[in-house]
C-alpha cells in the first residue's frame, strides 16, 4: 500500500499521526479538533477485498463522523456519530477518501484509531512480490501459517492496547474529578467549620457597658 496522503481543512486542521503498516495494511492514531474534518487518501489495485474500521480512543461522548468516498465521488458509507465501526469493501483502481467529522463538536477534541487492511492475508511470497502462481513447500506453508497466526496476535494486540488506553483515559478523567470534587469538599468543610467557631464565640462575648453610661450613674 502506498502510504496515506492526510488533506485537512476547516480551519487549517492539525492532526497528530501514528502510523503503522502490517500485512498490506495500514494504522493510524490521529487527533481530529473541534469543528474539523481531517480525510485520508488510500490508491487501491482493485481485485481484493478490505475492511476499514475505526474506533473513538478519547474525547467527549466517544463518536465521531465517518464516510467514505469512492474515486467517482459515491458515498459508498456514511455514519455519524459512532464510537466504532467496521466496513468491508471491494474496491475498484483509484483513490478512495477515508474521511472523519467533529464538527458538531464546538470544544471537544477526539482521537481517532483506524485500520485499512485486507480482508484475506496474503501469502509471504505474494507480499515479497513473486506474483507468479507456484507450488509451495512444506516449509513455504508453515511460514505462511505462522505469519497468519502472528498477524492475529499483531490484531488482538491492538486491540487490547486499544481498550487498555480508553480504560486508562477514563481512569484518569475520573481521578482527576474525585481530586477537584475532594478538594471543594475540603474547602467547603473549613469554611463552614471557621464560621460555626465565628458564630459561637459571639455567644459568648460579654458587652462592656461605656464609659458614659457609668458616668451618668
Known amino acids: 500500500m502506498k502510504t ?3 488533506l485537512c481543512f476547516i480551519l487549517g486542521c492539525n492532526v497528530k499521526i501514528s502510523q503503522t503498516f502490517y500485512s498490506g495494511g495500514v494504522a493510524l492514531t490521529f487527533e481530529l479538533g473541534d469543528q474539523e474534518k481531517s480525510c485520508f487518501i488510500e490508491t487501491f489495485p482493485g481485485g481484493k477485498s478490505y475492511v476499514f474500521s475505526y474506533q ?3 474525547g467527549g461522548n466517544n463518536d465521531v463522523d465517518a464516510w467514505v468516498v469512492s474515486p467517482n465521488g459515491k458515498i459508498l458509507y456514511k455514519e ?12 475498484s483502481k483509484g483513490d478512495f477518501q477515508f474521511c472523519f467529522g467533529n464538527e458538531f463538536s464546538t470544544i471537544t477534541h477526539k482521537v481517532v484509531y483506524f ?8 501469502s509471504l511470497a505474494v507480499e515479497a512480490g513473486d506474483k507468479k502462481p507456484t507450488a509451495q513447500t ?5 511460514c505462511d501459517e505462522i505469519h497468519s497466526a502472528m498477524t492475529d496476535v499483531f490484531e488482538s494486540q491492538v486491540d487490547f492496547r486499544l481498550k487498555e488506553s480508553m480504560g486508562r483515559y477514563v481512569a484518569e478523567e475520573l481521578n482527576n474529578r474525585i481530586m ?11 469554611i463552614i467549620g471557621f464560621g460555626q467557631v465565628f458564630i459561637l464565640k459571639t455567644f ?5 457597658p461605656s464609659h458614659s453610661k457609668l458616668q451618668e450613674t
Open 4 to 6: 496515506l496522503i492526510v
Open 56 to 58: 473513538v480512543i478519547r
Open 80 to 91: 455519524q456519530r459512532k464510537e466504532h465501526d467496521e466496513f468491508r469493501f471491494d474496491p
Open 115 to 122: 485500520t485499512i487492511s485486507p480482508e484475506e492475508i496474503d
Open 138 to 142: 512444506m516449509l513455504q506453508d508453515a
Open 180 to 190: 477537584w470534587w475532594s478538594i471543594g469538599q475540603a474547602l467547603t468543610v473549613m
Open 204 to 208: 459568648f462575648t460579654d458587652k462592656l
